[in-house]
């Protein structure tokens, strides 16, 4: 299909991409290459030898990628960047994500997740892309069209953006592949979501404040998430499939907040209660069965393990930006 050699990710996985392609020399593009899954996404193509175009609103450079700096809602910006670089495979990560109901996001969530979504996926369809890789989201809604409500702008941004994929693979042909990552989480993620911010509340002496945590989630460690995207892009027969990925297992907001407090070792009690629930929220588990059955996934990392790596990685960077900080101060 894309690629010819076959490699194995993660030997201690359980049948580990039996048929996962190597992705040595191969022209991928990834649209949200700073974000969380986009910055993970990068760096794993990158070691494996790809040749990776990486599309970012502000402009950056840097690295071994090639970045540009396109705005992804005007069609013919979209295609003349799709006709220069004609990626093999375009995994498209990009947008506003909030789970916020607020009106001022209606736009914002519309432009940069559907515009943007029909403009990549019509332009890579008129160039032949061979893959093209989208992401749903947790929040959309489940069950009958005709009665569901997203709960967010943005939900309906990624619910509506979905179906233009699944349409675009139905009418045209176009090899979509769409992916849901459940809630992922690990190194490099946005200060603001829950378990980095708690992490660093708690290491510099502050109290999290948080809302009840009895909200549940399925918890994915990144490497997890990355290693099913791949294997998404590359085996056949998955297009126009949507991929749930995640651990199958509901576990509450608390618990985890919990674990991370007696990881960071702290006699610190989060503020459960300080801030009130979100209405509305979604809460489901991953179905495994289509990921186990068709791309031989299935998550390799505990809770325990992924939390532990987490909080190990936002301490080392706490103490070297502290070390830093510190050598400034003798220079002076």
């Known amino acids: ?154 939900a309906a941004a990624k619910w509506t953006s979905c179906a233009y994929g699944r349409m675009f693979h139905a009418l045209y042909q176009t090899p979509v592949t769409i992916v849901r990552p459940f809630m992922a989480y690990g190194p490099m993620q946005n200060t603001h979501k829950i378990i980095p911010y708690v992490t660093l509340s708690l290491l510099r002496g502050e109290t999290p404040k948080l809302a009840s945590g009895r909200w549940q989630a399925d918890w994915i460690y990144i490497d997890d998430v990355i290693e099913g995207v791949l294997a998404a892009a590359c085996l056949p027969g998955v297009e126009g499939s949507t991929i749930d990925l995640g651990s199958g297992i509901m576990i509450p907001v608390r618990e985890v907040v919990d674990q991370v407090v007696t990881l960071v070792g702290t006699s610190i009690k989060p503020s459960f209660g300080a801030l009130p629930d979100r209405p509305a929220e979604e809460i489901r588990a991953a179905d495994l069965a289509y990921a186990q059955d068709r791309l031989g996934w299935r998550p390799a990392t505990s809770l325990e393990e992924g939390l532990t790596r987490t909080v190990a990685w936002y301490t080392e960077q706490r103490r070297a930006t502290a070390s830093l900080f510190n050598q400034k101060e003798e220079l002076r």
Request: hydrophobic share 45%.
């Open 1 to 154: 299909m894309v690629c010819s050699c076959l490699v194995r990710l993660r030997p201690t996985a359980i049948k580990m991409y039996m048929a996962t392609h190597q992705f040595s020399g191969v022209k991928v593009l990834v649209t949200g290459a700073r974000g969380f899954i986009g910055s993970h996404l990068c760096d794993a193509l990158r070691r494996m030898g790809a040749q990776v175009h990486a599309v970012s609103r502000g402009l950056h450079s840097g690295g071994e990628l090639r970045w540009w700096q396109v705005n992804l809602t005007d069609i013919e910006t979209v295609r003349k960047l799709l006709t220069d670089i004609r990626p093999e495979i375009l995994f498209h990560l990009s947008g506003h994500v909030t789970a916020a109901p607020a009106l001022e996001f209606a736009l914002s969530t519309f432009d940069s997740h559907v515009v943007s979504t029909v403009r990549l996926l019509t332009a890579a369809t008129e160039i032949g892309c061979k893959r093209v890789v989208l992401t749903a989201s947790l929040t959309e809604p489940q069950g009958s069209a005709s009665k569901v409500v997203p709960s967010s702008p943005y």
